[in-house]
């Protein structure tokens, strides 16, 4: 991942979206779109040696698996709603954005529930001794 690549694509297409937006405003979103796409391609491409140094941490530690996986999957739930967020901010929708950015706190704080099961146990264990 070349962070000179992805911000001169980001600059190059906010120019290129701005310039539709005064002339032909219906392709300014999609020159958005097809720039977020492109990025997160890019970008996603790269995670795969961060999730295999993960993967390689947790081998070496006596954590359960599904912590980290947890963990992953908060992260994907953060980066997706962001995008879509900021993608209907771009095309004006505040009030849905919002309502994404809620959906999305709530899916996150649904996954983690067995994660703050095993703290309380664990708190809870240790208070009882």
Same mark, same amino acid.
């Given at each position: 991942m070349d962070i000179i690549t992805i911000v001169g694509v980001g600059i190059i297409g906010a120019a290129l979206a701005v310039l539709f937006k005064q002339y032909k405003p219906?392709?300014?979103?999609?020159?958005?779109? /097809?720039?977020g796409v492109i990025i997160f391609a890019v970008v996603a491409d790269s995670l795969t040696p961060v999730l295999d140094q993960l993967n390689l941490l947790l081998d070496n530690t006596?954590?359960?698996?599904?912590?980290?996986? /947890?963990?992953?999957?908060?992260?994907?739930?953060?980066?997706?709603?962001?995008?879509?967020?900021?993608?209907?901010?771009?095309?004006?929708?505040?009030?849905?954005?919002?309502?994404?950015? /809620?959906?999305?706190?709530?899916?996150?704080l649904l996954i983690s529930l067995p994660l703050f099961q095993a703290l309380l146990s664990i708190v809870t264990t240790l208070l009882t001794v």
């Open positions: 219906e392709y300014s979103l999609a020159v958005s779109l /097809i720039v006596q954590m359960p698996r599904e912590y980290i996986e /947890i963990l992953i999957k908060s992260l994907g739930i953060c980066f997706i709603t962001q995008i879509a967020c900021d993608t209907c901010k771009d095309a004006g929708q505040g009030a849905i954005s919002s309502k994404l950015e /809620i959906a999305g706190k709530l899916a996150i």
